[in-house]
Nanobody, 121 residues
Framework: QVQLVESGGGSVQAGGSLRLSCAAS????????MGWFRQAPGKEREGVAA???????MYADSVKGRFTISLDNANNTLYLQMNSLRPEDTAMYYC???????????????WGHGTQVTVSS
């Protein structure tokens, strides 16, 4: 059974940093994409960052230069380093795995339950 467990969310002030982790278990096929998505209240779930074994990391324009996605294949763990956080980054952050297309939310097969990030001004 595939499981994705996110951790690392919390409350920070604007300008602060957080590092999200997503521990994946139940599969070892890393050739597909993994990604981070977020959903703020009243808004659609949107892509934040994604990465694949043969795909360069990709980022939403709103987080470029501030967020960094990385994948530890040995430990099946996906990370999202978030720096210079802004109040508009406040959302539930979800880890997603196993998609042939990195930036298309609907093609991801597995999802975590999410971790809340709250940034105050």
């Amino acid at each position: 059974q595939v499981q994705l467990v996110e951790s690392g969310g919390g409350s920070v002030q604007a300008g602060g940093s957080l590092r999200l982790s997503c521990a994946a278990s139940g599969y070892t096929d890393t050739k597909y994409c993994m990604g981070w998505f977020r959903q703020a209240p009243g808004k659609e779930r949107e892509g934040v960052a994604a990465i694949g074994s043969v795909v360069l990391p990709m980022y939403a324009d709103s987080v470029k230069g501030r967020f960094t996605i990385s994948l530890d294949n040995a430990n099946n763990t996906l990370y999202l380093q978030m720096n210079s956080l802004r109040p508009e980054d406040t959302a539930m952050y979800y880890c997603a795995a196993v998609s042939p297309v990195c930036w298309t939310r609907e093609t991801y097969k597995y999802w975590g339950h999410g971790t809340q990030v709250t940034v105050s001004s």
